[in-house]
């Protein structure tokens, strides 16, 4: 029989109960990933993936199902990772939690459904993804190229890349500047088409799907892409997603602008 989403989500949050390996790798990430409606197959998935990534490029890891961290001192962390896991589900502790953090020069990676947030709910959080979620059609191949070859976040990745997701559009309500990692070309895939009493238009040629900006005092990694549970065990997306998250907690691997 075929889990629950309850199930999964107590099962999760005891899976997940935080606690940092010993502090002997090159930096320290805590990664949240909250089950959710639509997102939660993905979790174990994607935790025995990161546990694979810890070991092979020494870094250590604290996994979280829930957002209680975000209360307290995060400062040991070099970044933070929210996995599908969105800022709108914080409360005002944690929200104040992660403002505190990225002005005390905290680094933040932001993945897929982690980019949805309310309108207006907590426009710093807006700020920090860079974008606002529109719509997206349904999941498609489409042809992904590099608009940044330099950050590493492209560096395991062909160029052009097929690639199959749900290609989220966005709007930028708040005006921020972004820099544009990786492209999505509408001319592969069919931007309208989308369920019945929805509507979905595409960007047209400037539509980014990863991204990175400078935030407060520190850095902020953006990917759209990462829907699918399965592709959390995907070597070209574990690339772009490690290359994203080595640049957040680091710095490196790239000139700074």
């Known amino acids: 029989m075929k889990p629950t989403l309850q199930t999964l989500a107590i099962a999760a949050v005891v899976a997940t109960t935080p606690g940092a390996q010993a502090a002997d790798g090159q930096f320290q990430l805590l990664v949240l990933a909250m089950p959710t409606k639509y997102h939660y197959e993905y979790i174990p998935v994607a935790r025995e993936s990161f546990e694979k990534l810890a070991k092979l490029h020494a870094f250590d890891m604290t996994w979280v199902a829930q957002p209680w961290a975000f209360e307290g001192d995060l400062s040991k962390y070099a970044a933070v990772v929210l996995l599908n896991s969105s800022g709108e ?34 426009p ?46 966005f709007s930028n309500p708040h005006g921020v500047t972004i820099h544009p ?5 509408e001319r ?18 400037d539509h980014p799907v990863a991204w990175w900006q400078a935030y407060e ?26 290359g994203g998250i080595w640049w957040a907690a680091t710095g490196l691997g790239r000139p700074a602008k």
């Open 89 to 122: 589900e914080f409360n005002e502790a944690q929200r104040a939690g992660l403002e505190r953090y990225m002005k005390a020069g905290g680094n933040a990676v932001v993945v897929h459904r982690a980019i949805i947030s309310k309108p207006g709910l907590w």
């Open 124 to 169: 710093w959080y807006e700020k920090l993804v860079g974008r606002s979620f529109v719509i997206h059609p349904m999941l498609q191949t489409a042809v992904v190229t590099k608009a940044d070859a330099s950050h590493p976040a492209t560096f395991g990745l062909p160029d052009p890349w097929l690639w199959s997701d749900e290609w989220y559009e």
């Open 181 to 185: 990692v990786l492209t999505v070309d």
């Open 188 to 205: 592969s895939y069919d931007p309208t088409k989308i369920w019945p009493g929805q509507v979905a238009k595409g960007m047209g040629a």
């Open 217 to 242: 005092k520190g850095r902020v990694f953006v990917t759209a892409l990462g829907h699918a549970g399965v592709m959390y065990r995907d070597e070209r997306y574990l690339d772009h997603l490690w």
